[in-house]
């Protein structure tokens, strides 16, 4: 009788350790996993990395497949000329509202100009004088040659209280006026998502945005290590110890946002390495 009840208690107890294992088995957490194509995108990207100097934020997006990486996504950087990018969207909008329009001439004195925007004369590109330009030049300007001072008629016109509210409007909320202004890879590459997506404004005005961009002059960053046919809406941006560019990639095979802030103690270094990195990820899409 003992034996039997000895044997059923150990049987018992066996069962409960068992039992206890294939619940420990079933319920372990799985080790996380990176799908194989953004593994290899990584790879990628980390590769043209190695030895830079400095800090870099950087976001890729191929916007048919959804694949992505990032490399300090939310690292705020002064933004240089990228500002320039959320005054061309509210101005749009501006437009699209009927409060604004394209051939509407906006003139101003440039010490106005200076003093209302809070630049040192000794920091001024121009100290005397009026700038005269439509909204349509200003935009164009502004974009393509990064024209400082149309960059500040319009922001004057549109009002900073305006482009403040886009930033909000549109959830881009690590980007923010003021001295410096300031945004994020991350910011920057979701500024472009909407844009491609027809999010900042309707089809018409989207598309002009697109062609404006397009445009762009110093092409010595995203597009260098790109084939010359390869469309590129894009903006730069330099100050001090800064060297930007962001934009979308027009390819064959995929359209993708690219996003490349740095800051380093040798921009030009921080150029060659944001060409570097776009051609690495354009040869990998395609």
């Known amino acids: 009788m003992r034996k039997q009840f000895f044997l059923t208690a150990l049987f018992s107890f066996l069962i409960g350790v068992i039992a206890g294992l294939i619940f420990l088995f079933l319920t372990k957490p799985n080790a996380p996993t990176v799908p194989a194509s953004q593994s290899q995108l990584k790879?990628?990207?980390?590769?043209?990395?190695?030895?830079?100097?400095?800090?870099?934020?950087?976001?890729?997006t191929n916007l048919k497949t959804g694949e992505t990486y990032s490399v300090n996504p939310d690292r705020r950087f002064n933004s240089a000329s990228l500002y320039k990018l959320w005054v061309m969207a509210t101005a749009y909008d501006q437009i699209a509202k009927g409060?604004?329009?394209?051939?509407?001439?906006?003139?101003?004195?440039?010490?106005?100009?200076?003093s209302n925007f809070n630049i040192a004369t000794d920091e001024a590109e121009l100290a005397?004088?009026?700038?005269?330009?439509?909204?349509?030049?200003?935009?164009?300007?502004?974009i393509a040659i990064s024209h400082n001072y149309a960059a500040l008629l319009l922001s004057e016109r549109v009002g900073l209280k305006n482009i403040t509210a886009f930033l909000t409007d549109h959830g881009l909320r690590q980007s923010q006026l003021g001295e410096p202004p300031q945004t994020t890879a991350a910011d920057t590459a979701r500024f472009f998502v909407k844009l491609y997506r027809g999010e900042l404004a309707n089809q018409t005005y989207t598309d002009e945005m697109v062609v404006v961009l397009k445009a762009q002059t110093f092409n010595d960053k995203?597009?260098?290590?790109?084939?010359?046919?390869v469309p590129v809406a894009h903006k730069t941006g330099e100050v001090d110890y800064f060297s930007h560019d962001g934009g979308i990639v027009f390819g064959r095979k995929s359209d993708y946002v690219i996003v490349v802030l740095s800051e380093s103690d040798f921009p030009p270094g921080a150029e060659e390495r944001i060409a570097t990195i776009s051609q690495a990820v354009y040869e990998y899409f395609e």
């Open 99 to 114: 409060n604004l329009d394209k051939d509407e001439v906006l003139s101003r004195d440039v010490a106005a100009l200076n």
């Open 43 to 60: 790879n990628v990207v980390d590769g043209a990395l190695v030895g830079s100097k400095g800090t870099y934020g950087l976001v890729v």
């Open 128 to 142: 005397e004088g009026t700038i005269t330009m439509t909204v349509g030049e200003a935009l164009n300007q502004m």
């Open 222 to 229: 995203i597009p260098r290590g790109l084939p010359d046919e």
